[in-house]
């Protein structure tokens, strides 16, 4: 079964709003999970890692203000999209290390719209 | 990170035929990871590689990693429509930052 889920699948939402969406490593504490994004056709980029208790680490060209990202709890990492516009609709995939497998899970993904 | 170039970006085959796709690096890789996302679908990861001409297969695929660690190819034999899909390459940056550069992957679509 899956061991990293993510919440919502999909989401449409309208310009200016803010969506979050939730990571969570279901049968393992993570203590740093990731953010990716994958526009169409195109490969997966790096967007941020989650440190738990700690601030994430933002990759060269990502706005920390505009992609709040929150790992409050070892199962649970946040990555919220504020004010979104439509150049941010994406698939949105995090995945989560697990220490003691020595594996790293990805979730199943999100799909967001802004219309 | 290290970047990780992938050729082809498309490769259509007829069912039954084989098909490879390829990642380079100009610098030696510590590892090198496949992964395959189906249409609408998330990432699933394969196999990694670590050691230098390393070659591991599963059924039909045949994972090769280079002498010098600069570069990696996936071979499926025979391809079957349940093939069809996005294979991507991808290097982990290792220690404790599991950090991966993905290629831009080759996407296969087969014909019946």
């Known amino acids: 079964g899956a061991v990293v889920s993510q919440h919502p699948s999909r989401v449409i939402c309208k310009s200016g709003t803010s969506v979050k969406i939730e990571c969570r490593s279901l049968d393992f504490q993570a203590t740093t999970m990731f953010w990716y994004r994958q526009f169409p056709k195109q490969s997966l980029m790096l967007m941020a890692t989650s440190n738990e208790g700690s601030k994430a680490t933002y990759e060269q060209g990502v706005e920390k203000d505009k992609f709040l990202i929150n790992h409050a709890s070892l199962t649970l990492s946040t990555l919220t999209v504020t004010s979104a516009h439509p150049e941010d609709s994406s698939f949105y995939i995090c995945?989560?290390?697990?220490?003691?497998?020595?594996?790293?899970?990805f979730g199943p993904g999100t799909r967001l719209l802004v219309l | 990170g290290q970047q990780v170039m992938q050729i082809p970006q498309y490769q259509h085959v007829q069912e039954g035929e084989d098909f490879t796709t390829y990642c380079n690096s100009s610098t030696t890789l510590s590892n090198i990871q496949w992964y395959k996302q189906r249409p609408g679908g998330h990432p699933v990861f394969l196999i990694q590689l670590v050691k230098s001409g390393e070659v591991k297969k599963q059924k039909r695929l045949t994972f090769q990693f280079g002498e010098a660690k600069k570069n990696s190819s996936l071979h499926i034999t025979a391809t079957q429509t349940t093939d069809v899909g996005t294979y991507f390459c991808a290097h982990n940056s290792g220690g404790s930052n599991y950090k991966l550069t993905f290629g831009k992957g080759t996407l296969l679509t087969v014909n019946p």
């Open positions: 995945t989560a290390w697990d220490n003691n497998q020595e594996t790293q899970y």
